[in-house]
């Protein structure tokens, strides 16, 4: 009796349903806090989110990625870029929560987002934005920062130094 090899596979099918954050393109910070802020400044733990867009920045979904303690949040990069690729994601916004109530990024949130940017960068999505969302407000819309122009800044400063440097 001869064997033969075979090699199982398996599909991956994305199933449409209906949008459940919002039917409208989301453009800057203030209308992805409008949308899913709210519900992360009522986690007493940081949690990382990533809202997936399509062409048109209508969001696709909304992902929790990571749960962490009362100060900070592991993240994996496969898991990151797990949901926005099998989302067929164009475009990303990036949201983790403070509990604390502090807007300002630790050093290693940027060191984690300029990681994060190159990767979606790598894999042709866009990261649109960053934003922090601070405290447990349970009523309207609780305080935010976009911290890409941080990042951005920060960029450019680090260009600006080995500019002067030679």
């Known amino acids: 009796m001869e064997e033969t090899n075979h090699l199982d596979s398996v599909s991956v099918r994305l199933n449409l349903e209906r949008r459940y954050y919002s039917e409208e393109p989301i453009i800057k910070a203030e209308d992805a806090v409008n949308v899913v ?21 209508k969001p696709i979904n909304f992902s929790l990625i990571g749960m962490g303690g009362a100060t900070t949040v592991s993240m994996s990069m496969p898991e990151m870029l797990k949901s926005s690729l099998l ?19 630790s050093s290693s ?8 940017e190159k990767a979606f960068s790598t894999v042709g999505i866009q990261m649109i934005d960053t934003i922090i969302v601070a405290g447990r407000i349970l ?13 951005n800044g920060i960029k450019e400063m680090i260009r600006g130094g080995d500019d002067h440097e030679r």
Request: aromatic share 6%.
């Open 139 to 151: 009523e309207g819309c609780p305080p935010y920062k976009s911290f890409m122009k941080e990042v």
């Open 109 to 116: 949130d940027v060191r984690s987002m300029m990681s994060l």
């Open 37 to 57: 802020a709210g519900e992360m400044a009522t986690w007493d733990r940081e949690v990382f989110c990533i809202l997936n867009l399509d062409v048109r920045h």
């Open 87 to 105: 989302s067929n994601a164009s475009d990303v916004i990036v949201l983790h929560n403070h509990p604390a109530g502090t807007l300002d990024p």
